[in-house]
Each structure stands twice: as structure tokens, then as C-alpha cells.
Nanobody, 123 residues
Framework: VQLVESGGGLAQPGGSLRLSCAAS????????MSWARQAPGKGLEWVSG????????FYADSVKDRFTISRDNAKNTLYLQMNSLKPEDTAIYYC?????????????????RGQGTQVTVSS
């Protein structure tokens, strides 16, 4: 199992970033996937999840209406479009295999994750 996140960087408050997660080593199309994040000095937080076929999506209240999760099973890639970014979105962002939400799917702490990509929101 290999998950490689990319697309992080520095953004201004109100700005946008698009994260990608390239998956390999497993059948990506049959797994639910999630994005999670870890802010400095805090624990791992679930952000958003998507069904294996992309037919349903879930969001944490803190990112609802600002972030959009999607996937391209033909490209084995998961995405997270982040708009209206806030300083409190600053964190390392990870994709996680099998987690659908904070209560469904593989528990976040047990899910396979990549190395993460740093997102910093600051003026």
C-alpha cells in the first residue's frame, strides 16, 4: 500500500488549494477514502470521506461548505479542493484508506496513511 499526498503549500486566508493523493499497491476503486489532518500540537482529526464509487461524501462541520472531496478511480487518485481557507486549517493533511467518517469505516488511527502534505494558511 502506497499513498502519496501532494499539493500543499502556503495560502492566504480566503485562498484555495487542491490536494491530491496518489494511491498504488491495492485496488483503490473498492476502498472508501478519507482526508485527515493534524495541526501542530494536536491530535489527528478526520476532515472528509468518500465512498469507493464516489457516490457519497461526508465532511466535518469545521470544513463543510468550504472543502470538496472527490476521486478519480481510473487514475487511482483522491482529491481535496479547499476554498475559503482559514488560519485554523493549517495542518499536515493525510489521505487515509478505508476510513469513511469519524464513526464509519476503518478507525482513523488504524488506517493506512501517506506521509502527508503541509498546508499553511497565513497572511
Amino acid at each position: 500500500v502506497q499513498l502519496v499526498e501532494s499539493g500543499g503549500g502556503l495560502a492566504q486566508p480566503g485562498g484555495s488549494l487542491r490536494l491530491s493523493c496518489a494511491a498504488s499497491g491495492f485496488d483503490f476503486s473498492v476502498w472508501a477514502m478519507s482526508w485527515a489532518r493534524q495541526a501542530p500540537g494536536k491530535g489527528l482529526e478526520w476532515v472528509s470521506g468518500i465512498y469507493s464509487d464516489g457516490g457519497g461524501t461526508f465532511y466535518a462541520d469545521s470544513v463543510k461548505d468550504r472543502f470538496t472531496i472527490s476521486r478519480d478511480n481510473a487514475k487511482n487518485t483522491l482529491y481535496l479542493q479547499m476554498n475559503s481557507l482559514k488560519p485554523e486549517d493549517t495542518a499536515i493533511y493525510y489521505c487515509a484508506r478505508g476510513t469513511l467518517s469519524s464513526v464509519y469505516g476503518v478507525p482513523l488511527g488504524q488506517a493506512a496513511r501517506g506521509q502527508g502534505t503541509q498546508v499553511t494558511v497565513s497572511s
